[in-house]
Nanobody
């Protein structure tokens, strides 16, 4: 499995921006579809965005479309999530995940996970 480490979370005011990064190691990063999930206390982990191995076909949940952008740099073995116009409801722990083949909207279909990074949005 590929090892993943997130960074870039923090505290931001509503309307502000953050960029999350996910550094991969251990296996050939370009062989994996990757995604971002998020989880609030006591809630299920939910899909946020995903992207295929070559950076194409990004997909997002409706609530972040037009505000979040997922990209990847295979030369740097890194996945990104640019989050703009953040809202209080975006406040979660964000996780990156990787799986072989195509991406999935289901968290249980990903075999590699990072440790998570907290995003806090103040209103």
């Amino acid at each position: 499995q590929v090892q993943l480490v997130e960074s870039g979370g923090g505290l931001v005011q509503a309307g502000g921006s953050l960029r999350l990064s996910c550094a991969a190691s251990g296996r050939t990063f370009r062989n994996y579809a990757v995604g971002w999930f998020r989880q609030a206390p006591g809630k299920e982990r939910e899909f946020v965005a995903a992207i295929v191995w070559n950076g194409g076909s990004p997909d997002y949940i409706d609530s972040v479309k037009g505000r979040f952008t997922i990209t990847r740099d295979n030369a740097k073995n890194t996945l990104y999530l640019q989050m703009n116009n953040l809202k209080p409801e975006d406040m979660h722990v964000y996780y990156c995940a990787a799986r072989g083949g195509l991406y999935s909207f289901r968290s249980d279909e990903y075999g590699s996970w990072g440790q998570g990074t907290q995003v806090t949005v103040s209103s």
